[in-house]
């Protein structure tokens, strides 16, 4: 049974930098076939798609955002870590990460983490 | 970048069938999966691969995809189903996710 749960700050300043964890069990991120993805939600809008990563540490990065997020992996601490840069009140919401079943075969987010919300204000 | 567009809002009677629709540019020739979010609570894959349900998911849901347009169908719908929905496919040129706006199911 797949498990994934955020965590990380619930309020940053505009400007700083924002890291968040998910942590995980009952995948390997060094087993072939298997990623993460990080996704977004402000309060009461849609989901955004923020980045994934492959277990063969191949980066996936939203266009929009490309230039603020790293997504990294620890496969020793089955982690995955998302930094973003320069925050802004916009990025209110509530951050999840989720597996990604079957890497490159489409198969859909299908296990995700409760959720962990982020304020930026000052 | 690709984009995905769904209706703001669907409404359906109880026992009825309702159909969620999202486009996009040759949706068909890509793969589509759908979330299911309740309020407070995080989503959930009801349909992959645009008509496969995972384990758990009730026979009522159903997808299909082709030409520019997917579709989620719930047949005999529940006063439980009454959630946003999201369709997701990826850019096949760049592996990128994207989602659709979400649609809001009524069960009046």
């Known amino acids: 049974q797949i498990t994934l749960k955020e965590s990380g700050p619930t309020l940053v300043k505009p400007t700083q930098t924002l890291t968040l964890t998910c942590s995980f069990s009952?995948?390997?991120?060094?087993?072939?076939?298997?990623?993460v993805a990080w996704i977004r939600q402000p309060p009461g809008k849609a989901l955004e798609w923020l980045a994934l990563i492959y277990w063969n540490d191949d980066k996936r990065y939203s266009p929009s955002l490309r230039s603020r997020v790293t997504i990294t992996k620890d496969t020793s601490k089955n982690q995955v870590v998302l930094t973003m840069t320069n925050m802004d009140p916009v990025d209110t919401a509530t951050y999840y990460c989720?597996?990604?079943?079957?890497?490159?075969?489409?198969?859909?987010?299908?296990?995700w983490g409760q959720g962990t919300t982020v304020t930026v204000s000052s | 970048s690709y984009e995905l567009t769904q209706p703001p809002s669907v409404s359906v009677s109880p026992g009825q069938t309702a159909t969620i629709s999202c486009s996009g540019d040759k949706l068909g020739d890509k793969y589509v999966c759908w979330y299911q979010q309740k309020p407070g609570q995080s989503p959930v894959l009801v349909i992959y691969q645009d008509y496969k349900r995972p384990s758990g998911i009730p026979e009522r849901f159903s997808g299909s995809n082709s030409g520019n347009t997917a579709t989620l169908t719930i047949s005999g719908t529940q006063g439980m189903d009454e959630a946003d929905y999201y369709c997701?496919?990826?850019?096949?040129?760049?592996?990128?996710?994207?989602f659709g706006g979400g649609t809001k199911l009524s069960v009046l």
């Open positions: 989720a597996h990604i079943a079957e890497a490159y075969y489409h198969y859909g987010l299908d296990v």
């Open positions: 009952g995948l390997s991120l060094s087993t072939s076939g298997e990623g």
């Open positions: 997701q496919a990826w850019d096949s040129s760049t592996e990128d996710v994207v």
